[in-house]
């Protein structure tokens, strides 16, 4: 089998699982394939985790997650999970409106087929997607913190009694700075004696 057959096959299978074919038509499990036909705003809503209410999330948890004992999972594995719910929705919904046609059995089908199929590429989506924000939050609060650093700092100079105290202490400095090469000067002005070579040695 040569590269581009074994190419073609792997993207069959792919569309396979990403597809489903009801009535002679073919509905996309996965929801980033209709982009073409997405605006900014739904993209934006597709792709950011929390667009959908806590009760959303928490009423359809068994419905995708039926397997799952949510009390056991710690705070990282019960985001990663809630993500995944709220994409399971948000794509059946996207369906929905692009596939009006469909019927509630119909659309029962694709939520079983999305359920086998996409369960762990969503988990690995939404678990990039947390990483990212969480990256996000951490670049943002440092450039916060160094902001205000700087405003408080620059505050902090342009006070009166800061520019009465430094005044003194930067003469100071200065001072202290031509003091130290004021006495350099000297000593390099001044080398010490040193005797010929013939008369080092002892007699």
């Avoid at 000297?186 to 013939?198: H, N, V």
Wanted: glycine letters at 4%; a positive charge.
């Amino acid at each position: 089998m040569t590269t581009t057959q074994q190419q073609d096959l792997q993207l069959q299978r792919r569309l396979q699982q990403d597809s489903i074919q009801l009535a002679g038509r073919t509905v996309y499990l996965n929801p980033f394939l209709y982009w073409r036909r997405f605006d900014s705003n739904t993209d934006r809503w597709l792709r950011e985790p929390g667009q959908l209410t806590e009760d959303q999330i928490q009423i359809n948890r068994n419905r995708f997650y039926p397997e799952l004992d949510w009390h056991q999972l710690d705070g990282q594995q019960t985001a990663i999970r809630d993500g995944v719910v709220e994409m399971f929705l948000k794509s059946l919904e996207l369906i929905s409106t692009f596939h009006p046609e469909l019927s509630s059995g119909q659309l029962l089908e694709v939520e079983r087929k999305m359920t086998i199929t996409k369960k762990r590429a969503f988990e690995r989506w939404v678990e990039k997607a947390l990483r990212r924000r969480t990256r996000e939050a951490t670049r943002e609060h440092r450039r916060f913190e160094r902001t205000r650093l700087l405003r408080a700092w620059s505050e902090w100079v342009r006070m009166d009694v800061t520019q009465k105290a430094l005044v003194p202490l930067v003469m100071l400095i200065v001072l202290a700075g031509f003091a130290g090469w004021s006495m350099g000067a000297r000593q390099s002005a001044c080398p010490t004696l040193s005797l010929p070579s013939g008369q080092t040695g002892l007699r």
